[in-house]
């Protein structure tokens, strides 16, 4: 059975940095394009970012510019390098993989796997 794990969540402070990891098991996601969400409480889930199977990235506008995602050749892992962290970065953070046309992978209905996702902290 195909399972993602995120690690890597802590308390940090307002400017510190973190680098999140997905670990993909059960298959190989190397041709899956794969993400990264957040929600906070009482918030919606926003998009962080998405890197193709081919290496193309996007990011969401609440972090663009203060994070980066990458991924291992074998498919098999997703990372999150998050840099200049504020309070407003507070939320579980989930990692999905999901095949679907690129022009939707802002769209968390699209991917069809999901981590249990990992709490981000930023005391301010």
């Known amino acids: 059975q195909a399972q993602l794990v995120e690690s890597g969540g802590a308390l940090v402070q307002t400017g510190g940095s973190l680098r999140l990891s997905c670990a993909a098991s059960?298959?190989?996601?190397?041709?899956?394009?794969m993400a990264w969400f957040r929600q906070a409480p009482g918030k919606v889930r926003e998009f962080v970012a998405s890197?193709?199977?081919?290496?193309?990235?996007d990011y969401g506008d609440p972090a663009k510019g203060r994070v980066t995602i990458s991924r291992d050749g074998a498919g098999r892992a997703v990372y999150l390098q998050m840099n200049a962290l504020e309070h407003e970065d507070t939320a579980v953070y989930c990692c999905?993989?999901?095949?679907?046309?690129?022009?939707?992978?802002?769209?968390?209905?699209?991917?069809?796997?999901w981590g249990q996702g990992t709490q981000v902290t930023v005391s301010s």
């Open positions: 059960g298959r190989t996601f190397r041709s899956y394009a």
């Open positions: 890197i193709s199977g081919t290496g193309s990235t």
């Open positions: 999905a993989a999901g095949l679907f046309v690129w022009a939707r992978r802002a769209d968390a209905s699209v991917y069809n796997y």
